[in-house]
């Protein structure tokens, strides 16, 4: 893992971050999880939610927490399966609250590139797990990497529209100045929280919020594969 598999305008933006201390630890860590371990995502995936929404590109970060551990699942987008990977409960009940928020019709794939390719930048806190162990790398250095990443769009002058489902996420909103950003908040989708997440029309909002920024809103509508 290094970071030059960023984006330049990732690089340029967490420069400081690549000669601090934790990250040559994580950079450590995860060289010999991966030598004695089986690692999800793989590693050419891990840094996707920076290559889909280049710096400069962001509209909208969706932050998520772990990537899912199951085989095949998870490949550097938040909530997002590749295509041909069933659909996991969360992101099946975020489809079920599109199609009541905006009418969108539930695609037969979990594939989230299309949303991506727009700028929403899709981020887990943590970006890397073990095989079939949830929560396995937490406290390793990613959830600084990811708070950095947070603050460096804080920063920037042109606005984000944050999305922060559940309480863990919503921690988060200490990071970011609401005066200036829109700060989206909801239940998460997981089934233990969906019945609180049903109803708060999340995708409508962050539309609402990018026409009100003068930004052309997302086409959440996701193709079938």
């Known amino acids: ?5 960023l984006p330049e305008s ?21 060289e010999q999880e991966r030598a004695e371990h089986k690692v999800f995502p793989p590693e050419a995936d891990v840094f996707n939610a920076y290559r889909y929404a280049p710096f400069e590109e962001v509209k909208v970060l969706l932050l998520g927490q772990d ?3 199951d085989d095949g699942q998870a490949h550097g987008l938040c909530f997002s399966v590749r295509p041909g990977v069933k659909p996991p409960p969360s992101l099946m009940n ?12 539930v695609p037969n794939n979990g594939d989230l590139v299309p949303w991506a390719e727009q700028g929403i930048m899709l981020l887990n806190a943590v970006l890397t797990v073990r095989a079939h162990e949830a929560n396995s790398h937490k406290g ?3 959830e600084t990497f990811t708070d950095a990443t947070i603050k460096a769009l804080n920063e920037r002058e042109d ?3 944050f999305v922060l489902w559940g309480a863990y996420a919503r921690k988060k909103g200490q990071l970011i100045d609401a005066s200036k950003h829109p ?9 233990l929280s969906a019945r609180k997440f ?3 029309r999340p995708f409508s909002a962050v539309n609402r919020e990018l026409e009100r920024l003068g930004k052309a809103p997302i086409d959440w509508q996701l193709p079938d594969l």
């Open 159 to 161: 606005p984000v529209v």
């Open 1 to 5: 893992m290094s970071p030059d598999q």
């Open 140 to 142: 390793k250095g990613w």
């Open 183 to 191: 700060v989206l908040t909801a239940a998460h989708p997981s089934p």
């Open 94 to 105: 975020m489809f079920k609250e599109l199609k009541a928020d905006l009418g969108c019709k």
């Open 198 to 200: 049903f109803g708060s």
């Open 67 to 69: 990537p899912y551990h």
């Open 10 to 30: 990732w690089q340029a933006a967490l420069a400081d971050e690549f000669a601090r201390p934790y990250f040559h630890k994580l950079q450590e860590f995860l």
